[in-house]
């Protein structure tokens, strides 16, 4: 990241939850993870996620770090999800308000320099997560296709974004 660092900036990017390194979050002494689900883990009008995904999680887990799931989702597809992930989920979270990423903070038991947010919207996830301290992990969107009001906020992250360091 550039020294010049802003309060909108994730932490880091990535273009997908799949190609965050494990190793990297180990050494940086991350032991949870709070992941977003729409667009995050699983596209835009699919209904699981993709091999890679839970490849992804598998191994996160099998290192020792613990992952729960913060959703605005507030049908019960995403705690089907959560459990065909293996993972706890928080749905209906009313991100970027604090109260489901305190809500997960609590279930990890961790403190917040050990726990990294994982989303990809910069009004929802990254705001949230950075509101409360904690460090984010911006990733790509899984699919263009977005609700009306997402499409307008993307073009507005994509103004507020640029310049940030990608990989």
Sequence with gaps: MTP?????????????????????????????????????????????????VTAWIVAA????IRVIMV????????????????IACIPNARKPLPFGFRQAL???????????VVGDQLFTDV???????LA????EPLAPADPPLTRFLRRVER???HGLPRL
């Excluded at 984010?136 to 990733?139: E, G, N, Q």
């Design 4 to 52: 010049r660092r802003r309060w909108w900036w994730p932490t880091a990017f990535a273009p997908h939850v799949a190609q965050i390194e494990i190793a990297w979050l180990v050494e940086a002494g991350i032991r949870g993870v709070i992941v977003d689900l729409d667009n995050t883990l699983v596209a835009t009008h699919q209904l699981q996620p993709g091999n890679d």
């Design 71 to 86: 959703t605005n989702n507030r049908t019960p597809w995403a705690l089907e999800v959560a459990r065909a992930l293996g």
């Design 61 to 64: 887990t099998a290192h020792g």
């Design 136 to 139: 984010v992990i911006l990733v």
């Design 127 to 133: 705001l949230g997560a950075k509101a409360l301290g």
């Design 106 to 116: 609590d279930a990890l038991g961790l403190a917040r320099t050990q726990v990294v």
């Design 159 to 161: 103004v507020l974004l």
